[in-house]
């Protein structure tokens, strides 16, 4: 089955600094790959997504990155506010049965 | 569009009690996930459904864990009896089979056994 590994497990950055969160996935049948912001309490909510059809995806200040290739993704975070503070998870799904992959969540702390 | 919908939001049991969480996903919406989160494990699939029929339930931890679901509307995840361990964050998740789409998480549940 599908194995997601994701780092840093925490990261601490300075509030406009920027932030990157790097994942890799084991299954090459992956084709679609969604990354969740979870706030304390709260439920995982989709942030963006990304197939394995485009290179980069971005949503004003949140972008993801896919290489193939390399079975690896990242998101990265620009100019970074103290209310991105969160536990952020990359996922990978094999189309056919809608099955997701977690990684392992990296916990954001940005410091204002 | 009222999103996954989760009850109870807390429930505070004791051991050995029987637990019954319940989960109503969007309308439309075939795939039906029940997740497990805790602090040492993560994000954890006990069981998904697609058209009301269980497909994978090899994350479900052991015999006193089952997972229903009825109709297109409703699906419930009971343990019996509770253990202390089975204290956990328990979310509801569904999708729609059109292609790949992202799930959306329900509130979740708070089960806390004492």
């Known amino acids: 089955g599908e194995n997601v590994e994701q780092h840093p497990s925490t990261l601490s950055v300075q509030e406009g600094d920027s932030a990157v969160i790097k994942c890799t996935y084991s299954?090459?049948?992956?084709?679609?790959f969604p990354w969740y912001k979870q706030e304390l309490g709260k439920r995982p909510q989709l942030i963006i997504d990304?197939?394995?059809?485009?290179g980069e995806k971005k949503d004003q200040r949140i972008a993801v990155t896919l290489n193939k290739t390399a079975k690896h993704f990242s998101l990265h975070i620009t100019e970074t506010q103290p209310e991105d503070s969160a536990v952020y998870f990359c996922?990978?799904?094999?189309?056919?049965?809608?099955?997701?992959?977690f990684g392992t969540g990296t916990k954001l702390q940005v410091i204002p | 569009d009222a999103g996954v919908i989760q009850s109870p939001r807390h429930e505070v049991t004791e051991m050995g009690q029987e637990v019954t969480l319940r989960c109503k996903p969007i309308?439309?919406?075939?795939?039906l996930f029940w997740y497990r989160q805790t602090m040492m494990r993560g994000l954890e699939l006990l069981i998904y459904?697609?058209?009301?029929?269980?497909?994978?339930d090899s994350g479900m931890p052991e015999d006193r864990f089952s997972a229903k679901m009825p109709n297109a509307s409703f699906s419930t995840l009971k343990i019996q009896p509770s253990e202390p361990r089975d204290s956990a964050v328990y979310f509801c998740?569904?999708?729609?089979?059109?292609?790949?789409?992202?799930?959306?998480f329900g509130d979740g549940t708070r089960l806390s056994i004492l």
């Open positions: 998740a569904s999708t729609s089979d059109r292609a790949v789409q992202p799930q959306h």
């Open positions: 299954d090459s049948a992956s084709n679609y």
């Open positions: 990304i197939r394995s059809n485009v």
């Open positions: 996922a990978a799904t094999s189309g056919g049965y809608q099955k997701v992959t």
């Open positions: 309308s439309g919406h075939d795939y």
């Open positions: 459904f697609n058209n009301n029929v269980p497909i994978d």
